[in-house]
């Protein structure tokens, strides 16, 4: 089961706190903004990173590492899951790979199918 320690971790007053998901992650937002599918702009800019767009961007990444978390063990393990698993379900797709094509819904409905004792 996912832990919601990690949400309230990288969450702010308006969503996803970027500075808080990079530190949470060991990352810069540069790289941060590559591994959501977003521009530069996009995290550095107070007015872009509190978009709706860049929010549920930031949202799906967050909610699928927190999922990841228990499985994974960590964090960082999470986040390097995130970023090079292949899921077989999706052509050996990465989760990262997904979630940068607008299609991060359908990598948190796997991991429910997962989670629920479903096959990948």
């Not at 949400?7 to 990352?27: F, Q, T």
């Amino acid at each position: 089961m996912a832990s919601a320690a990690f949400l309230s971790e990288v969450s702010g007053d308006k969503g996803v706190s970027v500075d808080r998901l990079s530190a949470a992650l060991h990352i810069t937002k540069s790289e941060l903004a590559l591994a959501a599918g977003l521009s530069r702009d996009a995290v550095s800019k107070a007015a872009r990173s509190n978009s709706i767009a860049t929010q549920s961007r930031l949202r799906e990444m967050s909610e699928i590492i927190n999922r990841v978390i228990p499985w994974a063990g960590s964090e960082l393990a999470a986040y390097a899951w995130y970023r090079s698993q292949p899921l077989p379900s999706f052509g050996d797709a990465t989760a990262e790979e997904l979630v940068r094509q607008g299609q991060g819904e359908k990598v948190r409905t796997y991991l429910g199918r997962i989670a629920a004792g479903g096959f990948a």
